[in-house]
């Protein structure tokens, strides 16, 4: 099982999406683009994204690369220099949607630890049975995971 097909489909959703942004939205304030952005495109691309939260470097670029198309249409900014590729990005002052994926991962530990969410724990994590300095008595032991598609939450969450 891998993530690549899932990645794909929302790609190429997010990809019409800015498309028809693009036709409608071409002569519009910065201002109006940008709220196109948040409402229409980012959706697409963090749905359940702390379940899914792609970690193979090609599938990270391919999600990148509709940020930085969308960015680059808000600011106007189609210079084809590499350090041009990002500074639409910082000049929007938009938070990378990797930093949204790990903020939406320890959103969604948080809700599991603390019943908000209808995910049994124990299903995936374990207490430390022991403390010591290194480990407090909230400190969780990722389960090891036998199918790709749960390796990558729990792990990546329990280690930040």
Not at 112 to 119: E, G, L, T
């Amino acid at each position: 099982m891998s993530w690549t097909p899932h990645v794909n489909k929302i790609t190429s959703k997010a990809s019409q999406s800015l498309g028809f942004v693009k036709r409608n939205l071409k002569w519009a304030r910065q201002d109006t683009k940008v709220a196109a952005y948040n409402t229409l495109l980012r959706p697409i691309l963090e749905n359940c994204s702390a379940a899914w939260n792609p970690y193979q470097q090609k599938d990270i670029f391919k999600i990148l690369a509709i940020q930085k198309c969308a960015a680059r249409f808000a600011a106007k900014d189609y210079n084809k220099t590499p350090e041009s590729m990002t500074k639409p990005l910082r000049n929007l002052q938009w938070t990378s949607l990797e930093k949204r994926r790990e903020i939406n991962r320890m959103t969604l530990f948080y809700k599991i630890v603390n019943p908000h969410a209808a995910i049994g724990i124990n299903n995936y994590l374990e207490l430390y049975t022991r403390q010591s300095r290194e480990y407090h008595n909230q400190a969780y032991r990722p389960l090891t995971p036998t199918a790709d598609m749960y390796k990558y939450f729990s792990p990546r969450t329990v280690i930040m």
